[in-house]
């Protein structure tokens, strides 16, 4: 068996001013280095992305088991992917195309099994913990959430929650930039009418 | 650049804005799953290389009217290894070491001269052990340990191809260990600690 391969450590060139840490030139450097093939400044990406990519997960399936096996295949792509990554994109939108994807694969699964459920098996009934408002809010959004196309869900969180410029999301997506649109638009009128008319007492 | 400014919409995103908690042990998993996928890549590179060298040559024998298999065979077994070292062998008798190695020899499909090689860990309170290492694509579900009730010893074989390995333990699925009685991988992968394990010619 060969010796395995040593560990690649690219140090970037000194710069005058040393990039801020967690800004967008300490991830490009981190990309890069990651790029050719130090580990280290991958698993450094795997930790400034994380948190937020698993956000998405769950905004997108509804449990966190599902949510963190579409995470961590999506860096397992995106390692594999790396060497075809051109640096011209930006990451970010990159990282989020293949999150998307993962997550459009894990969805189409869940809603396999839930159709199956749906025929006998009891599905794990609510905590009876009594909830704050802000849980039971965040609960009805994540209803009304569950109940928008996928593409019309993805759309709105990569704009509002994740503050995906639509240049950005056109990357991530593979839609046209006046589609995104509408497909935000739709999600915005559908939540607020479905989080406004149930609970009219919310709207302040 | 909002072009939604809707009060209803801008507390909407508020609420799913927060960032869930993360153990660090996905973050871990993560890392893991990407070893063992760096692995993969890397032992598929080096199987089809093989293959092609392969095919090379029975062209050339077919050619040549020669009788390919009998030659293949002998060149698979001859296949190049890395340089022969003695192996780090330790015994594993009734002194109980706290962690070792034993071997014996063996064969893989290929025909390849392998050694099997017993780890032990002493670990008493650990629920479950496992080893994860270059040999099976740092997979922590591919060589679980079985535990010895009355010593505590968790103890498993493995049969590796002569050379340098690079090997851990896996506690209760989430504490990464390195032998301790094995030399320290300076190579670490992703940061975590690994032990080095020399399998001789056999």
């Known amino acids: 068996m060969p010796r395995p391969r040593s560990l690649q450590l690219i140090r970037p060139a000194p710069l005058t001013d040393p990039p801020e840490p967690g800004s967008a030139a300490e991830r490009s450097l981190l990309v890069r280095a990651a790029q050719q093939g130090d580990v280290r400044a991958f698993a450094a990406l795997v930790d400034a992305y994380y948190a937020r990519c698993l956000r998405f997960a769950l905004h997108m399936l509804s449990n966190r088991g599902d949510a963190e096996e579409a995470v961590q295949d999506t860096f397992v792509r995106v390692y594999r992917a790396l060497p075809g990554y051109e640096e011209r994109e930006s990451f970010e939108p990159w990282l989020f195309r293949i999150l998307a994807n993962r997550c459009r694969s894990a969805g189409a699964r869940e809603r396999r099994r839930s159709e199956l459920v749906e025929f006998g098996d009891v599905p794990d009934l609510p905590s009876e913990r009594r909830h704050d408002d802000a849980i039971a809010w965040r609960e009805e959004i994540g209803r009304a959430l569950a109940t928008l196309p996928v593409e019309q869900r993805e759309a709105f969180l990569m704009r509002h929650v994740e503050d995906l410029t639509y240049d950005d999301m056109a990357i991530a997506t593979g839609a046209g930039i006046s589609a995104l649109k509408m497909r935000v638009k739709r999600a915005c009128d559908a939540l607020k009418q479905l989080l406004t008319e149930d609970h009219g007492a919310r709207r302040d | ?202």
């Open chain 2, 1 to 202: 650049m909002h072009d939604e400014t809707d009060e209803t919409i801008v507390r909407i995103a508020a609420a799913l804005r927060p960032l869930p908690d993360v153990d660090p042990a996905e973050k871990a998993r993560v890392l893991v799953a990407v070893a063992a996928e760096r692995e993969r890549s890397r032992v598929a590179g080096i199987r089809a290389a093989r293959r092609w060298r392969r095919v090379g040559a029975l062209g050339a024998l077919a050619a040549a009217g020669l009788v390919a298999a009998v030659w293949l065979r002998g060149r698979d077994v001859a296949a190049p290894t890395v340089a022969a070292t003695s192996a780090t062998t330790t015994a594993v008798g009734s002194t109980a070491p706290s962690s070792g190695v034993g071997a014996r020899l063996a064969r893989d499909d290929e025909g390849m001269k392998l050694k099997t090689v017993q780890l032990v860990l002493r670990a008493p309170a650990a629920r479950t052990v496992s080893v994860v290492g270059d040999f099976n694509g740092w997979d922590a579900h591919a060589n679980t340990m079985t535990r010895d009730p009355a010593s505590g010893l968790w103890s498993h074989n493995v049969a590796l191809r002569p050379g340098r390995h690079v090997y851990a333990f896996v506690v209760d699925d989430r504490v990464w260990l390195r032998d301790p009685r094995s030399p320290e991988a300076t190579d670490e992968d992703f940061g975590r600690p690994g032990s080095v394990l020399l399998v001789g010619q056999p």
